[in-house]
């Protein structure tokens, strides 16, 4: 089974500042993919930035990036010059190759962020 | 298309009352999932249908809890004989399988059991 840990509950930034937020996996599969979603305050979840394990370049999306170490384990989301409209819920997710059955989400316990004017 | 879709989005009933909520997915996605998510935790998996076939049920999904998708478009999820315990947020996401089966979640149900 596949387990998904985010160390920090709660992370404050200021706007335009950088926060870095952490997690860690645990699996034996050998192909697999990694998320962040994002969760506004009372609004549905959308998908932040991906990346697939058989990948060595860290993904990119705009203002998030991402920083994979495969062999640690190891899946930290960089968010650069916050806005205030980054504030909501984090969560790091594992999904095992997409192909392959028994094909879900397994969630961290999220990190709530909040973006400071 | 407008995303994924649930109904209702709050639900409030009494223990012992039986409850269904409808997800209608993205039109031309083939794969529907329930998670459930508790107040400040990550959402846990359910179940998950590959067209109107259910795949795969979490151990988390009691005998009180079924789902169908009869029709391999919308689903719903029914709770019987509903649990304070069953008080969560119920989210529904859809993918197309044979792609990169982005998940795409819907608003959720939240529901409250008295």
Not at chain 1, 21 to 44: I, M
Not at chain 1, 57 to 81: C, G, H, M, P, Y
Not at chain 1, 95 to 117: E, Y
Request: proline share 4%.
């Amino acid at each position: 089974a596949q387990t998904v840990t985010q160390s920090q509950p709660e992370m404050s930034v200021q706007e335009a500042e950088t926060v870095t937020l952490s997690c860690t996996y645990d699996t034996s599969e050998s192909n697999y993919y990694l998320f962040w979603y994002k969760q506004p305050p009372s609004r549905q979840m959308i998908l932040v930035i991906r990346q697939e394990a058989y990948k060595q370049q860290n993904a990119t999306e705009n203002r998030f990036s991402v920083n994979f170490q495969k062999a640690a384990k190891s899946f930290s989301l960089k968010i650069s010059d916050s806005q205030l409209g980054d504030t909501a819920m984090y969560f790091c997710a594992f999904i095992r190759d997409p192909k392959a059955a028994g094909n879900k989400l397994t969630f961290g316990g999220g990190t709530r962020v909040l973006v400071k004017p | 298309d407008t995303g994924v879709s649930q109904d209702p989005r709050h639900k409030i009933t009494k223990r012992g009352q039986n409850v269904t909520f409808r997800c209608d997915p993205i039109s031309e996605h083939n794969r529907l999932y329930w998670y459930r998510q508790t107040l400040g935790q990550g959402p846990e998996f359910l179940t998950y249908f590959q067209n109107e076939a259910q795949l795969e049920k979490s151990r988390l999904l009691s005998d009180r809890f079924s789902a169908e998708r009869p029709k391999g478009s919308f689903s719903t999820l029914e709770i019987q004989r509903t649990e304070q315990g069953d008080s969560a947020m119920y989210l529904c996401a859809s993918s197309f399988y044979g792609s990169n089966d982005e998940q795409f979640f819907g608003p959720g149900t939240r529901l409250t059991v008295l």
